[in-house]
Structures are given as C-alpha cells and as structure tokens.
C-alpha cells in the first residue's frame, strides 16, 4: 500500500512529534508500504522520510521546482518527482496513494488533508483520511466537523473514511482493515 503522509517541513515545539513520526516511518516500512510523501530532508518531512529508508522502505517523493532547489529536497528518495506547481504536486501524491495520514502541521498540512477529506465526500475515492491525533492536536477539527454535521453542512456518511487516531496502533489497525477490502 502507498501511504501518502502530509506534514510539516518543521519539527514543531514538542519532542514527542519527532518520535512518533519516527515510529510512524518505521511502521510504513516494516508493513511493507511505500511512503509518498512532499520530498523534503527537513523538518518532520525529514524525519518521517528517513526512518522509512532506514526500514528498507520505498520512499516516493513529490516536489515543486520551486523547492527542489532551495536545499530542501532529500536525494536520496527510491523515486522523485519534480512538479511545476504545488497543486500539480497534491494531484499526483494524491492519485499515487492508497490511504492518507496527515501529522500535525501546519496551514499546508491542513489543506492537504481537507482536500483528500472534500474529495472523500464527494466519492471521488474510497480510501482512509486519517488525522494523527498527537497530543489531542486534531480535536479543534473534529469539534468543527461535530458543529458541521450539526448544522446540517456534512453527515457522519460523508465522514465514513475519516479517522482521528491517537497512535501507530490505531493507524495500524485502519491500514490493515482497508488492505484487506
């Protein structure tokens, strides 16, 4: 399975967002799933990307020209490719994976996510949206999404395929539900 992770080019504030990225690479390698991810060396990028090669994994990395250059790009991904734009960059980590797992981040991270969640909705595909819910980091969002299907913007059958998780065995356990479908 290819598992597209979104998350910050930062490590953020808190020591434990790096370790369970590192667990959460080294899960991805040792299932024997392929990281796509955004192609970056730094921040939880970095981390996440690394400990999947550490694993022996397959890293596929989706970058914009833009960045490519700017030292951010990690060489030595198992595949990368080189976008013109940003949204082609989402389109192609988007059609390349099978499931989708979003880290806390930041503005980027969030709209990645929402995009795979709105394209859910709208039954544009059947795979896992699955918010890392490190330290309770996605409750504001699952708040706002209660108030959504409260207020009769969404209903929990739009929902069906989000998942907040608060651990690797959770995000285990829902990777391993959709590989056998």
């Keep these: 399975m290819k598992i597209a992770v979104y998350c910050g080019s ?3 504030n808190d020591p434990e967002m790096m370790r369970l990225t590192q667990e959460l690479g080294k899960m991805i390698a040792e299932g024997g799933h392929s990281l796509v991810y955004g192609g970056g060396k730094i921040g939880l990028m970095g981390v996440v990307s690394q400990a999947v090669l550490d694993g022996g994994g397959e890293v596929i990395g989706v970058i914009p020209e833009f960045l490519n250059g700017q030292d951010r790009r990690r060489d030595n991904c198992t595949h990368m490719t080189v976008t013109r734009s940003m949204a082609e960059r989402k389109t192609l980590m988007e059609e390349l994976a099978d ?10 991270t969030l709209e990645e996510i929402s995009e795979v969640i709105s394209l859910s909705k709208l039954n544009r595909h059947q795979k896992p949206c699955i918010l890392f819910d490190i330290h309770e980091f996605y ?4 708040q706002m999404m209660d108030r959504m299907i409260e207020d009769d913007f969404l209903s929990k059958e739009d929902l069906r395929r989000v998942y907040f998780a608060d651990s690797i065995e959770k995000i285990r356990k829902i990777i391993n539900e959709y590989e056998k479908d």
Excluded: C, D
């Design 10 to 12: 930062t490590f953020g």
């Design 99 to 108: 499931a989708y797992i979003a880290l806390p981040g930041g503005a980027g």
């Design 139 to 142: 409750q504001p969002l699952k």
